[in-house]
């Protein structure tokens, strides 16, 4: 069993910075795979970003270059670090856990929402212009 707890969310105007951390306890076999999504009001949930055991990582195509997600070596924490943030990235952010076969070799070529069983609860990002 995993539990993810987030942390780090906020209100900001637009151009500032936020740092999300997750909390993540379990074993480490389901963490092959850890990863950042956001749900913004009346959409649908979508990947921000994704870690594997091995360090690699994936973003969605228009968040590389603003965020960057990474982990503490026992795969304890999760942070993402949101850089010249915009009103559209206000949206519940949620931390997430995968393990297994999916988990340790779809992290980062195929990071969909239905490889993750494990979730956080969330944590609201509020970025005004």
């Known amino acids: 069993q995993v539990k993810l707890m987030e942390s780090g969310g906020g209100s900001v105007q637009a151009g500032g910075s936020l740092k999300l951390s997750c909390a993540a306890s379990?074993?480490?076999?389901?963490?092959?795979?850890m990863g950042w999504f956001r749900q913004a009001p009346g959409k649908e949930r979508e990947v921000v970003a994704t870690?594997?055991?091995?360090?690699?990582?994936s973003y969605a195509d228009r968040l590389q270059g603003r965020f960057t997600i990474s982990q503490d070596n026992p795969r304890n924490t999760l942070t993402l670090q949101m850089n010249n943030l915009e009103p559209e990235d206000t949206a519940m952010y949620y931390c997430?856990?995968?393990?297994?076969?999916?988990?340790?070799?779809?992290?980062?070529?195929?990071?969909?929402?239905?490889?993750?069983?494990?979730w956080g609860q969330g944590t609201q990002v509020t970025v005004s212009s």
């Open positions: 997430a856990a995968a393990g297994g076969w999916a988990g340790a070799n779809l992290c980062t070529s195929s990071p969909r929402e239905d490889l993750f069983a494990y």
């Open positions: 379990g074993s480490k076999d389901s963490k092959y795979c």
């Open positions: 870690i594997d055991d091995y360090g690699g990582t």
